[in-house]
Structures are given as structure tokens and as C-alpha cells.
């Protein structure tokens, strides 16, 4: 089993900058990909970014590429989300996510453990 535990959220302005973590636990963090969802009121929790056990790949959704970088650090088991340039349409529940091996890393069923969220809210 993975325990992870989200933090950073929080309320900025649009145009401001956020950093979200993850804390792991449970498994040999380095051994697993792990990935950011969002979730916004009544709507589907989407993929917003991805990053390999080493760190060396990544993967982006396209409305958040070139402002969101995702990066972990494989010695404290943490994963970051570093959100710029954060526009209304961001504001959601941010969850990070344990991956398994799959090439279908957009989809929430690629991911086998969830953090319980931290919202993040941007007002315009």
C-alpha cells in the first residue's frame, strides 16, 4: 500500500503561483510513477500531470502545459506540482496519485492509490 498526503492549496488571485506536494509513504517510493488529477465542482476528475519513477519522462494535459512542472524527489518520497500563471479555470480539488505501469497514464484507472486532496481556488 501508498499513503499519500497532499498539501499546498490554497486561495490566489489569477496570475499568481502555487506549489502543491505529495508526501508517500508505504512502498519504495522510487519504484513508481506518480500523477496529478483535478476534480472541479460537478465535474470528472481530469489528468493534469505525470512523472516517471526516475523523473527523466513527463506528461502534461494540454491546458495546463508551460505553466504547470511537475518534479519529485525521490530522497524525502515527495512529489511537487509547481502551478504558475494560475488562471480561474484551474480552481479544483488536487489529487496526486500512485501510478501503475500503463500506457494509458491520462486515465484515472492507470493509478492505484489517491491522497485525499487539497483544493485550490483562483479568483479572477
Known amino acids: 500500500q501508498v499513503q499519500l498526503v497532499e498539501s499546498g492549496g490554497g486561495l490566489v488571485q489569477a496570475g499568481d503561483s502555487l506549489r502543491l506536494s505529495c508526501a508517500a509513504s508505504?512502498?519504495?517510493?522510487?519504484?513508481?510513477?506518480m500523477g496529478w488529477f483535478r476534480q472541479a465542482p460537478g465535474k470528472e476528475r481530469v489528468f493534469v500531470a505525470r512523472?516517471?519513477?526516475?523523473?527523466?519522462?513527463?506528461y502534461y494535459a494540454d491546458s495546463v502545459k508551460g505553466r504547470f512542472t511537475i518534479s519529485r524527489d525521490n530522497v524525502v518520497n515527495t512529489v511537487y506540482l509547481q502551478m504558475n500563471s494560475l488562471k480561474p479555470e484551474d480552481t479544483a480539488v488536487y489529487y496526486c496519485a500512485s501510478g501503475r505501469a500503463s500506457s494509458a497514464y491520462y486515465l484515472p484507472r492507470s493509478y492505484d492509490y489517491w491522497g485525499q486532496g487539497t483544493q485550490v481556488t483562483v479568483s479572477s
Open positions: 512523472i516517471s519513477a526516475s523523473g527523466g519522462i513527463t
Open positions: 508505504g512502498r519504495t517510493f522510487s519504484t513508481f510513477a
